[in-house]
């Protein structure tokens, strides 16, 4: 019974990507009007209120796992959007899918050797990112932000393995990470970027409104549903398994990046993603057992 929960993890983590995907773009198009802060803020607190009636039920246990996740996750977009307003939405998608090598890194600190199919995975996903996203310009500071942010999503996914499994309500964890991505945003704010950055309101509304489809998508879909989808998916499957998953995702925001923004692909993208889709596969396969062996 445990092949197919671990199955429907994996589909589900493939969804998150697909859409994650997506997002590049979006805030990519909403850094021309807002700082990185005020796109977390409004997205996750959305996504915090239509997700809050699950608090009803939560234990402290619960909450204070999830606040651990939020914080993590908070440094991980507030890293990644202040490197996307520098660099494009293909170059920030890149490095950020690095993380594939954080997770593996992380269990060879903790004494655990990854597998040789997650190796050979990994192997393949770092070829097709450099080939899919890689327009050989020189580094910058968005870069490294962003290299500094697949970083600590490295450390998240990592964290997600160990405290899903821990939880005993996946949806109150959900809930609690979102809403202190939210808080840590608003603190930020009132504390740093307000007093050395005072808001013409009338503007601020004006641009919300212009702005509302991208902010209701990124809030309502991308973070309500899907980080929901994420928590769930990977409490059925590996951390190496699901970072392998996530390099998947510069495939994805290069596509939406075309429609999008007018970002191109070249052939070398092509073959990026085909290598990505390689990566996944490898990932997957599973060593024979010997005959003779039975399996619950």
């Given amino acids: 019974m445990l092949f197919p929960h671990r199955l429907r993890g994996i589909l589900a983590l493939l969804i998150v990507t697909l859409?994650?995907?997506?997002?590049?773009?979006a805030m990519k198009d909403l850094t021309q009007h807002f700082s990185a802060v005020w796109i977390i803020l409004i997205r996750f607190a959305m996504a915090g209120l239509l997700l809050s009636p699950f608090l009803l039920r939560a234990s402290l246990r619960d909450c204070a796992l999830g606040a651990l996740l939020g914080a993590t996750l908070f440094l991980c977009y507030m890293l990644q959007l202040e490197g996307l307003a520098l660099t494009s939405s293909n170059r920030n998608a890149f490095v950020t899918g690095l993380n594939v090598l954080v997770v593996p890194m992380l269990g060879l600190l903790a004494g655990k050797a990854p597998e040789r199919r997650i190796?050979?995975?990994?192997a393949l996903a770092i070829l097709g990112l450099f080939a899919l996203c890689w327009d050989g310009g020189a580094w910058s500071a968005g870069d490294t932000l962003a290299l500094i942010g697949a970083f600590f999503f490295g450390v998240y996914v990592k964290l997600l393995e160990v405290l899903t499994r821990r939880a005993s309500s996946l949806m109150v964890l959900t809930t609690v990470q979102i809403m202190v991505v939210a808080l840590c945003s608003l603190l930020w704010l009132s504390v740093w970027e307000l007093p050395r950055n005072p808001v013409a309101w009338p503007v601020m509304e004006a641009a919300m409104r212009d702005n509302a489809v991208n902010f209701i998508y990124l809030g309502v879909l991308a973070t309500a549903a899907i980080i929901s989808l994420q928590t769930?998916?990977?409490?059925?499957?590996?951390?190496?398994?699901?970072?392998?998953?996530?390099a998947f995702e510069p495939a994805c925001a290069a596509i939406a990046a075309y429609f999008w923004l007018g970002e191109t692909m070249t052939w070398r993208g092509l073959a990026g993603a085909a290598l990505l889709i390689a990566g996944m596969i490898v990932s997957q396969w599973m060593p024979a057992r010997p005959r003779g062996v039975v399996t619950a």
């Fill in 19 to 25: 859409v994650w995907g997506t997002t590049f773009p």
């Fill in 119 to 122: 190796v050979i995975a990994i």
């Fill in 232 to 246: 769930w998916g990977q409490r059925h499957s590996s951390a190496n398994e699901a970072a392998v998953i996530y």
